[in-house]
């Protein structure tokens, strides 16, 4: 499936849940499959942390360049283009086509670097939205994304009703703990006392906060793993003959992460990375409803699918089992997949065969 | 009569149903299409959640035996246990909150007070094997077995009062000797 990514240019602002203002702003976005006449098989796909638009496919240029759950998305996939039209989307505050700092601010001409706004999730499903409007969508067959993309799946079930007639929640959680919030405060600083970094003013000094990002990702990739996945991949095994006792790389693990954080530092901006992780942290719906998550989905009109994955220590199956809950307090129609699979965190990017068989059941019996 | 039929005669038409250990959900599904009564499965077996998924039933996978915490309380009209108490390690905390979440329970088991099974274990000296309980001892998800008089004496130890009961042998009611010539027993309880 050879796909083309697009942009979508919108110059009306966007006010922030921060109460800043987005004087205009871009989303960048593919779609697989065709809009049928009803205008009814659409499926907005959210994605988390480090991923993009680029869901599903090749680009002719790239055929390389594979979308990141093209396991889930494609012709005779569990999510079916040939059912489905789905659009794949990049979240504002991006660097991967959307608006972000990276962007040029209108007001200077110049990159907005550390000046662009702190996003939310919110903010994110309220510029999708206008992306909604833009392809001429009143109401999604589903909205679908995995860890802070199931956020965004959540928050389309609250912010817009009416618009969503089925949400896939997988891996996600409706608040972070503290401890969440504490690794993603360890990456910030990690970014941010980088002596490259320089404020978040560094695009035009011609560096990088290259070290910072590199750690910031380390201990991301920590939190995705379980243990049990972490051993059975890497054990104690040595990359060198003996133990160098200096300190070198010794250990597979090692390696493995440095690997994964030089990877990440040269494609991913640092002040997108602050922004995602702040959106993590802030996103709580229940918090205007005293903490009272069931008080917050009173408003929510979709079905729900929520799945989580047993070794997931990062958002456990505990969390969506408080979502359920909630959804169950509301007499939602709704249904939980409790996973036992063992590769933490990352498991929901994996074609396990229960996960992927309720999948392809569910998305099945949407009835167009 | 099928124990589903029997079931869905007490179930009255729009009841809000939870069916612990719901299979493939065929039950759930029967009780929507002739009773209208909406309704979510618990079901820990993975096959069996996405059978329920593909027969379009509201499943939660989760494990009966962490209780029923994911339920608030008399959020249903009836809570189901449809041929699985004799598969849960405890009975008696899963009974309290049967009835802490739905305002009465419907429960069915194989009874092993059926001859048959009286039979094969009096005069062949092995446990029994049979259509209503088909593995051997070895390889069962059964834990705890019982008869009419014990699953009755269960609900009067907790308090519960009987309702309404149907015992079944092949599809058709047993009203003689049922403990000895019944080989499916249906209780509704309230608290």
Same mark, same amino acid.
């Given at each position: 499936m %050879?796909?083309?990514p697009q942009k979508a240019r919108f110059t009306q602002p966007l006010k922030l849940k921060s109460g800043a203002v987005l004087p205009e702003f871009e989303i960048a976005y593919e779609t697989y499959g065709e809009l049928n006449a009803a205008r009814? +098989?659409? *499926?907005? *796909?959210c994605h988390a942390l480090n991923a993009s638009h680029h869901v599903a496919g090749t680009y002719a240029n790239d055929l390389e360049n594979i979308g990141w759950w093209d396991n889930m998305v494609g012709p005779g996939k569990p999510l079916d283009t040939n059912k489905f @039209? *789905? %659009?794949g989307n990049n979240y504002i505050g991006s660097c991967f086509g959307s608006t972000g700092p990276v962007s040029t601010n209108p007001a200077t001409g110049k990159p907005w670097g550390a000046d662009f706004p702190v996003v939310t999730v919110e903010d994110w499903v309220a510029a999708q939205a206008c992306l909604a409007d833009h392809l001429g969508i009143e109401r999604f067959a589903a909205v679908m994304g995995g860890s802070l993309g199931a956020m965004q799946a959540l928050q389309w079930a609250l912010s817009y009703p009416a618009r969503v007639r089925n949400s896939i929640v997988i891996a996600a959680t409706p608040r972070l703990s503290a401890q969440n919030i504490a690794f993603n405060e360890v990456a910030r600083q990690a970014i941010m006392t980088d002596p490259d970094f320089h404020g978040g003013h560094y695009y035009d000094k011609g560096v990088v906060p290259r070290r910072g990002l590199r750690i910031a990702r380390m201990i991301g990739h920590i939190t995705y793993l379980s243990d049990d996945a972490m051993m059975?991949? @890497?054990g104690r095994v040595l990359r060198r003959v003996t133990p160098g006792f /200096? @300190? /070198?790389v010794d250990f597979e693990i090692e390696s493995y992460l440095r690997h994964q954080g030089d990877k990440f530092s040269n494609y991913f901006d640092a002040n997108t990375y602050l922004r995602i992780t702040k959106a993590l942290d802030y996103y709580d719906p229940a918090a205007d409803y005293g903490g009272d998550l069931s008080l917050a989905f009173a408003r929510a009109q979709a079905d729900f699918l929520v799945v989580s994955f047993t070794s997931d220590w990062r958002f456990s199956s505990a969390r969506s089992r408080d979502i359920v809950r909630a959804l169950l307090d509301n007499r939602r129609v709704v249904s939980y997949l409790e996973i036992n699979a063992p590769q933490g965190h990352d498991a929901f990017l994996l074609d396990d065969p229960r996960y992927f068989g309720a999948l392809r059941a569910y998305?099945? +019996?949407i009835a167009l | 009569m099928t124990e589903a039929e029997t079931i869905a005669r007490w179930i009255k038409p729009g009841a809000r149903v939870l069916d612990l250990g719901c299979g493939d959900g065929a039950l759930l599904k029967h009780l929507w299409q002739t009773r209208q009564a909406p309704g979510y499965g618990v079901e820990i077996d993975? #096959?069996? &959640? &996405?059978?329920?998924?593909r027969n379009d039933v509201n499943v939660l996978q989760l494990d009966l035996e962490d209780g029923l915490a994911a339920f608030a309380d008399s959020s249903f009209d009836y809570v189901i246990l449809s041929e699985t108490l004799q598969a849960i390690h405890k009975q008696e905390p899963l009974m309290q909150e049967m009835l802490r979440v739905g305002r009465e329970a419907i429960v069915s088991f194989p009874n092993f007070g059926f001859w048959k099974a009286r039979i094969q274990i009096a005069? #062949?000296?092995h446990m029994p094997v049979s259509k209503e309980l088909p593995y051997q001892w070895y390889d069962t998800p059964n834990v705890h077995h019982c008869t009419l008089i014990d699953f009755e004496a269960l609900c009067a130890r907790l308090r519960l009062r009987i309702l309404e009961r149907v015992v079944l042998r092949d599809g058709n009611p047993v009203s003689l000797l049922p403990n000895l010539l019944g080989s499916l027993a249906i209780y509704r309880v309230s608290a």
């Amino acid at each position: 499936m %050879i796909v083309t990514p697009q942009k979508a240019r919108f110059t009306q602002p966007l006010k922030l849940k921060s109460g800043a203002v987005l004087p205009e702003f871009e989303i960048a976005y593919e779609t697989y499959g065709e809009l049928n006449a009803a205008r009814s +098989n659409a *499926v907005l *796909v959210c994605h988390a942390l480090n991923a993009s638009h680029h869901v599903a496919g090749t680009y002719a240029n790239d055929l390389e360049n594979i979308g990141w759950w093209d396991n889930m998305v494609g012709p005779g996939k569990p999510l079916d283009t040939n059912k489905f @039209f *789905v %659009i794949g989307n990049n979240y504002i505050g991006s660097c991967f086509g959307s608006t972000g700092p990276v962007s040029t601010n209108p007001a200077t001409g110049k990159p907005w670097g550390a000046d662009f706004p702190v996003v939310t999730v919110e903010d994110w499903v309220a510029a999708q939205a206008c992306l909604a409007d833009h392809l001429g969508i009143e109401r999604f067959a589903a909205v679908m994304g995995g860890s802070l993309g199931a956020m965004q799946a959540l928050q389309w079930a609250l912010s817009y009703p009416a618009r969503v007639r089925n949400s896939i929640v997988i891996a996600a959680t409706p608040r972070l703990s503290a401890q969440n919030i504490a690794f993603n405060e360890v990456a910030r600083q990690a970014i941010m006392t980088d002596p490259d970094f320089h404020g978040g003013h560094y695009y035009d000094k011609g560096v990088v906060p290259r070290r910072g990002l590199r750690i910031a990702r380390m201990i991301g990739h920590i939190t995705y793993l379980s243990d049990d996945a972490m051993m059975e991949k @890497f054990g104690r095994v040595l990359r060198r003959v003996t133990p160098g006792f /200096d @300190f /070198d790389v010794d250990f597979e693990i090692e390696s493995y992460l440095r690997h994964q954080g030089d990877k990440f530092s040269n494609y991913f901006d640092a002040n997108t990375y602050l922004r995602i992780t702040k959106a993590l942290d802030y996103y709580d719906p229940a918090a205007d409803y005293g903490g009272d998550l069931s008080l917050a989905f009173a408003r929510a009109q979709a079905d729900f699918l929520v799945v989580s994955f047993t070794s997931d220590w990062r958002f456990s199956s505990a969390r969506s089992r408080d979502i359920v809950r909630a959804l169950l307090d509301n007499r939602r129609v709704v249904s939980y997949l409790e996973i036992n699979a063992p590769q933490g965190h990352d498991a929901f990017l994996l074609d396990d065969p229960r996960y992927f068989g309720a999948l392809r059941a569910y998305f099945g +019996n949407i009835a167009l | 009569m099928t124990e589903a039929e029997t079931i869905a005669r007490w179930i009255k038409p729009g009841a809000r149903v939870l069916d612990l250990g719901c299979g493939d959900g065929a039950l759930l599904k029967h009780l929507w299409q002739t009773r209208q009564a909406p309704g979510y499965g618990v079901e820990i077996d993975d #096959a069996k &959640v &996405v059978e329920c998924i593909r027969n379009d039933v509201n499943v939660l996978q989760l494990d009966l035996e962490d209780g029923l915490a994911a339920f608030a309380d008399s959020s249903f009209d009836y809570v189901i246990l449809s041929e699985t108490l004799q598969a849960i390690h405890k009975q008696e905390p899963l009974m309290q909150e049967m009835l802490r979440v739905g305002r009465e329970a419907i429960v069915s088991f194989p009874n092993f007070g059926f001859w048959k099974a009286r039979i094969q274990i009096a005069f #062949a000296g092995h446990m029994p094997v049979s259509k209503e309980l088909p593995y051997q001892w070895y390889d069962t998800p059964n834990v705890h077995h019982c008869t009419l008089i014990d699953f009755e004496a269960l609900c009067a130890r907790l308090r519960l009062r009987i309702l309404e009961r149907v015992v079944l042998r092949d599809g058709n009611p047993v009203s003689l000797l049922p403990n000895l010539l019944g080989s499916l027993a249906i209780y509704r309880v309230s608290a």
